[in-house]
């Protein structure tokens, strides 16, 4: 309980970082939670996230099962109204000024300077990520046709997912 101020400020931040996505959020997310307060490994943050991936549902409900493993079931609670409050307060203002200022001289401006933001952002998301996930030259094998095939082909995502954890019992199971 007493990790629960720290859980919200946490989680409250992190909401803001969220701009292009969850993954966007992730370095930081790994330096809070893993370097400076120590509640998770970066394995199992990874696992965590991972987790998130494959569940139905908005991806980023991963901070849920952080907060229950820091703090029980109000921790759960605490992190996702944490996490998610402050993003939907904030775009809820900004969808209804951003239909006033629809003549405003700066709108495409800014438009046009988030997306570079973005874009660096899910780019500095999936570094972190992929340092933490790539051991051995099976996984980054499987991170490299998985990624070729994606951009190359029309190959349904769902589909190389479960050809991934075929291969990974496989493996599993041959040790």
């Known amino acids: 309980m007493k990790q629960l101020p720290a859980l919200v400020a946490v989680f409250g931040y992190l909401s803001l970082l969220t701009v292009g996505g ?3 959020a992730f370095p930081e997310m790994k330096i809070l939670t893993v370097e400076v307060h120590h509640w ?4 199992q943050l990874i696992h965590f996230y991972s987790v998130g991936q494959l569940s139905p549902g908005p991806n980023m409900m991963m901070v849920a099962a952080i907060g229950e493993w820091v703090a029980g079931p109000a921790g759960a609670l605490a ?11 904030l775009t809820f203002a900004v969808g209804r000024a951003w239909s006033r200022l629809e003549q405003w001289p700066w709108r495409l401006s800014v438009q046009r300077g988030l997306a570079p933001v973005s874009i660096g952002l899910l780019l500095a ?5 992929a340092k933490g996930a790539m ?4 996984n980054g094998g499987i991170a490299l046709v998985v990624f070729a095939l994606l ?10 997912i ?3 954890v075929a291969i990974g019992v496989v493996r ?3 040790r």
């Open 135 to 138: 051991h051995g030259w099976l």
């Open 22 to 24: 969850g993954m966007a």
């Open 151 to 160: 951009m190359t082909t029309r190959t349904n995502p769902a589909l190389l």
């Open 125 to 129: 998301g999936s570094i972190t990520m």
């Open 40 to 43: 998770l490994t970066f394995p």
């Open 162 to 164: 479960l050809c991934s």
């Open 172 to 174: 599993y199971l041959g």
């Open 79 to 89: 992190v996702v109204i944490a996490f998610f409050l402050p993003t939907a307060l």
